[in-house]
């Protein structure tokens, strides 16, 4: 089973960076689908930067253009640099992992990291 550990959350003002590091035990591109997501106050999680079954990173529109998610070569470390930070970017950051068979990653084996708090002031 994958295993994620987030790291490099904390406190930054408007227009500053910070990048999140997610280390990953257990993952192989052939079997799972990762990504980042984040939760703002009580609201649900929502996607922030996902690698799909087929490799293909996308983006929620809120981010594109500041956010940069990348894997490094040894598939052991998930990165999201995030730049131009804005107060709306305020939340608890979560990688996560879905189990891939074929071209599908399913969600309801989502395992996710214990979270790092980002406050953007």
């Known amino acids: 089973h994958v295993q994620l550990v987030e790291s490099g959350g904390g406190s930054v003002q408007t227009g500053g960076s910070l990048r999140l590091s997610c280390s990953l035990t257990?993952?192989?591109?052939?079997?799972?689908?990762i990504g980042w997501f984040r939760q703002i106050g009580d609201k649900g999680r929502e996607g922030v930067a996902v690698?799909?079954?087929?490799?293909?990173?996308s983006y929620a529109n809120d981010v594109k253009g500041r956010f940069t998610s990348s894997l490094d070569d040894a598939k052991t470390t998930l990165y999201l640099q995030m730049n131009n930070l804005k107060p709306e970017d305020t939340a608890v950051y979560y990688c996560a992992a879905d189990r891939r068979v074929g071209g599908i990653c399913y969600e309801s084996s989502r395992a996710w990291g214990q979270g790092t708090q980002v406050t953007v002031s």
């Open positions: 690698i799909d079954a087929q490799g293909i990173s």
């Open positions: 257990g993952y192989t591109a052939s079997t799972y689908c």
